[in-house]
């Protein structure tokens, strides 16, 4: 008999040992750990933004002058025609050559726009793909789970922003590709 006492005693601690381990086992389990950043703030602090303005100015600078040129000559040309300073056939001709300044000009803002939206776009991808990877990268660093966008986060804790690693390390990565 004292046999099945400890038999039933032993089989007893082994069922409680069990279901207090499994009771356990969500506290033994990993917190999954979160950080946020705030993405407009990263792209406008780091350099390769400024460097891209930059080099977009340059490369559009002389089309945006041509057409600064087009319009003050459009202006010019109207206030002309409205003064009356034509008449006859010179002001069918002065008529006809702001329509066709109008015509050149819109055809050609629209080009410019167009070229500068898709250098723009092809640019950010790239600028994009950098901030990615350095996200990626310190996430995996530091065991991060999850990373939320900031600009939709009501409250964090300053601890939990890593904006600023983020800033430097795609700085960083822009100067090691000059």
């Known amino acids: 008999m004292l046999k099945k006492v400890l038999l039933a005693s032993a089989l007893s601690f082994a ?33 390769q933004t400024k460097a891209l303005e930059e080099a977009l100015a340059k490369e559009f600078g002389a089309r945006e002058q041509e057409l ?3 319009q003050q000559k459009g202006s010019q040309l109207g206030s002309d025609l409205q003064a009356g300073k034509y008449k006859g056939d010179e002001l069918v001709s002065k008529q006809r050559e702001l329509a066709q300044l109008q ?13 500068q939206q898709k250098r723009v776009s092809e640019e950010q991808r790239k600028i994009n793909i950098e ?19 900031g600009e939709g986060i009501a409250y964090t804790i300053p601890e ?19």
Do not use: C, H, W, Y
Request: charged residues 25%; positive net charge.
């Open 103 to 115: 015509s050149d000009f819109q055809l050609k803002a629209r080009a410019l726009q167009e070229d």
């Open 131 to 149: 901030v990615q990877k350095a996200i990626d990268a310190i996430a995996k660093e530091r065991g991060i789970d999850l990373v939320l966008r």
């Open 15 to 47: 069922l409680l040992g069990a279901s207090a381990q499994a009771a356990d086992a969500p506290a033994a389990a990993r917190t999954p750990t979160v950080a946020a950043i705030n993405l407009p703030f990263i792209i406008n602090e780091i350099p």
């Open 68 to 70: 600064q040129k087009m």
């Open 160 to 178: 939990l922003d890593i904006s600023s690693e983020v800033i430097t390390r795609v700085s960083a990565a822009g100067k090691a590709k000059k």
